[in-house]
């Protein structure tokens, strides 16, 4: 048999200036940020720039204009054969291209800063190729009715190829936007990645009466990505099943549906997003030699790091799949164990080993440990004839902790845990990335990591944090950091429901988490009162005078307050519980039924749906 699907997408559109970390950059924060006494035009007609010189909404959203297409293709052809001894072979080759190009102008008509050298354009273009080629051999066997034996040997093997070229030039002639006519500033820069994994993968399954089952299965990765000298991984898995329902003394039970007992031990690899980690790269770069222009190069991130591994996950499941009610009612539980070894994370390092180059990834000593339980729930409420409702009910509870991180000796001898910050985020103006995570043992990965708010003192304004030794301090050191929550959620919640009457639908989603926390950016921009921008209604409680009793501590133009410490400090303050509770999705879809279609296998159906129509929240952000 020969087989084949194919699938085209194209989106062209139009983006706007936005998601620019929090440094009050892009649309939405422009909009908290800019103040009101900020005119919309200057005296030339250009959207006028805020006190601090950064854009307002109105630039970002009408004073550049970026148009993007996206062309996504997604195909596969297949042939399966049959060989002698009932052995099937299969073959199968995957491609993936996507496409996108993104032309850039921003009008010297309308914004300041681009009037200064005449409009200021860019083009990107760049393309992803991937391919999948699986080839797999197949054998099945019954033996004397009850013994049920599948054995699969394979192969796997995937390229990308990425292709990425960027333009960018300014002095235009007015009413010309295409980078052509750019005569001044022109550069142009090119990138290109290409990565490889290769697979031999090998599973058995065997079903006694398909009442026992029995499944194992080993595979050997191996990829580019991974340091030269340890490119291989090996993974093995098995797993078991009794199928309770099926013995006699159960044969006879009109309560039960189906009962499963379920359980298994795996292990998967994973790898970084880099994909040179074996080499140091290296920019290109001018410098002065004997008075003259020369080429050169430089390091960058990542240093090389030929012994990098694959960071594999150990993981044990245990549970049971239970219907009953002629399946109206299903019911899967499981508890699950899974430990992290080999965690790959990008490890600063000194200037004398890596130059300019001052991160590698690096097998972390320790491991990384997930355990929870998860349920689902699915009941058929109404199973009429012309009027159907399905819901699920889903819930999973984890707990996530770092152990075993080797310890070092301190500044007064004394051996500690060694800790590896992470998660930069860019607030503050300055654009430079101040790290909000750590990894250190006994805490969750994602674990906020800063000072710990403790007021306002009334008699300076200045805010004031916890101390190391249980005091308090309006200029805290960094010993005085402490673990302040978790990104990660405790527990993780879905609410699903299809509702059929004849042929309308009614699909929606609820999701939800809880016992997770969120660093509120936003909020060092419109509290912080640093600089001088727009504010939230908050800051009207800001501390004024001595003797004033507040938890908004006083303004400082700068950052800088009268103890000498930062006034947005990475601190409890601006951490938030991220709780939530949304309507994720809601479809509506009508099924055109014709006899005349259905002869020729086809189906319309007609739908609309809507994403996050609503969040209830305590977070304050955006």
Known sequence: TVGTDIAYNRQDGRTVNDNNSANHGGAVLAALYTPPIVPIFNANGQYQNNIDNSSTPLDDIYANDNHYIKNNLLGNVHAEITLPFGIKYRSQLGVSMNNYNNDAFTNPLLDQGASQVNGIGSSENNETFRYTWDNTLTYSTVINKVHSITAVVGTSAIEEKYTDSYLYGTGFPAGVTTLNAASANKSISTYKTDWTTSSYFGRINYAYNDKYLLTASLRADGSSRAGINNQWGYFPAVSGAWRVSSEDFLKDNNLISDLKLRAGYGEVGNLPQTLYNSYSSLNPAAYLFGGNNASGYYPTNPAGNPDLKWESTKGINFGFDLSVFHDRLSLSADYYSKKTTDFIFPVVISTAEGGAANLKNTNLPGNVSNQGIEFSLTGRIIAAQDFTWTSTLTASFNKNRVNGMPQITDSNGNKVDQTFPFGGIAFGGSGNATNLSIVKNGLPLGAFYGYQYAGVDPATGNALYKTASGSTSANPTS????????????????????????????????????????????????????????????????????????????????????????????????????????????????????????????????????????????????
């Open 479 to 622: 010993d005085d950091q402490t673990y302040l929550g978790s990104g990660l959620p405790k527990a993780t919640y879905g609410f699903a429901n299809t509702i059929t009457y004849k042929n309308l639908s009614l699909d929606f989603l609820f999701d939800a988490v809880t016992g997770n926390k969120v660093f509120d950016a936003t909020r060092v921009e419109t509290e912080g009162m640093y600089i001088s921008g727009n504010a939230s209604t908050a800051v009207l409680n800001r501390w004024r005078k001595p003797g004033d009793i507040t938890d908004v501590p006083a303004a400082y133009y700068g950052g800088t307050n009268s103890a000498g410490a930062s006034t947005i400090l990475p601190s409890s303050r601006f951490i938030e519980n991220g709780a939530f509770v949304r309507l994720k999705s809601l479809s509506l879809g009508y099924l055109i039924k014709s006899s005349a279609l259905e002869k020729q296998g086809i189906k319309i159906r007609v739908f609309a749906t809507a994403q996050n129509l609503f969040t209830i929240t305590k977070y304050k952000g955006y």
